[in-house]
């Protein structure tokens, strides 16, 4: 079993819809919390950066992360064509610098 | 303008061949990353180092070797003995060592067989 699991889509939704996206993990020790987009042939690049659970929101963009359910969500409200990306959830414990990635989900928003 | 470069963005490596793709940073972090990234498999870490002169293996270091004998250059090494080198190669970086601050990525540098 993988660390951190990611449903690799593709998804495609319509300009204007919200959109889900979702990572499990097994490592109870993640604390903290990452989800970067990743546009095509360029370098993944920071979104959301969480500690424990709750819910951050900065903009069109929330993450959650519940750790009870070891379940972590990126939504994005109102969706737009530059939205169009693969999302990378990511996760550390505590005094490590190491992440452990999910692989990715790829979006597309049709205008 | 801070950030991460690798150079170059597109390399073809022949059989047999060794190939140094650079990475360089301004951003005055001590900690650097260097990942590879196939179609479905997110990214797997190779090599890093918290320090200068210091680095460690990561869960596949086999067949690539790196140096760091400046803060700001961390150069990876793709060897004649990694025997499937076509990737997606990603440099990252983080302020200080341990300190479970976010990376940042350049923009990665794609390895192709000639």
């Not at chain 2, 390399?11 to 301004?26: A, D």
């Not at chain 2, 972090?29 to 479905?40: N, S, T």
């Not at chain 2, 086999?62 to 990694?82: D, H, I, M, N, W």
């Amino acid at each position: 079993q993988k660390e951190v699991e990611q449903d690799p889509g593709p998804l495609s939704v319509p300009e204007g819809a919200i959109v889900s996206l979702n990572c499990t993990y097994s490592n109870s020790a993640f604390q903290y919390f990452m989800w970067y987009r990743q546009y095509s042939r360029k370098g993944p690049e920071l979104l959301m950066y969480t500690y424990s659970s709750g819910n951050k929101e900065d903009g069109r963009f929330t993450a959650q992360v519940d750790k009870s359910s070891k379940y972590i969500s990126l939504f994005i409200r109102d969706s737009q064509p530059s939205d169009s990306a693969t999302y990378l959830c990511a996760m550390s414990e505590t005094g490590a610098n190491n992440l452990f990635f999910g692989t990715g989900t790829r979006l597309t928003v049709i205008p | 303008d801070g950030g991460i470069t690798q150079s170059p963005k597109y390399l073809f490596r022949k059989e047999g061949q060794n190939v140094t793709l650079s990475c360089e940073q301004n951003l005055n972090h001590d900690a650097m990353y260097w990942y590879r990234q196939d179609p479905g498999q997110g990214l797997r870490l190779i090599y890093y180092s918290q320090i200068v002169n210091d680095f460690q293996k990561g869960d596949i270091a086999e067949g690539y070797s790196v140096s760091r004998e400046k803060k700001e250059s961390f150069p990876l090494t793709v060897t004649s003995a990694q025997k499937n080198p076509t990737a997606f190669y990603l440099c990252a970086s983080t302020p200080q060592r341990n300190s479970n601050q976010p990376q940042h990525f350049g923009d990665g540098t794609r390895l192709s067989i000639l």
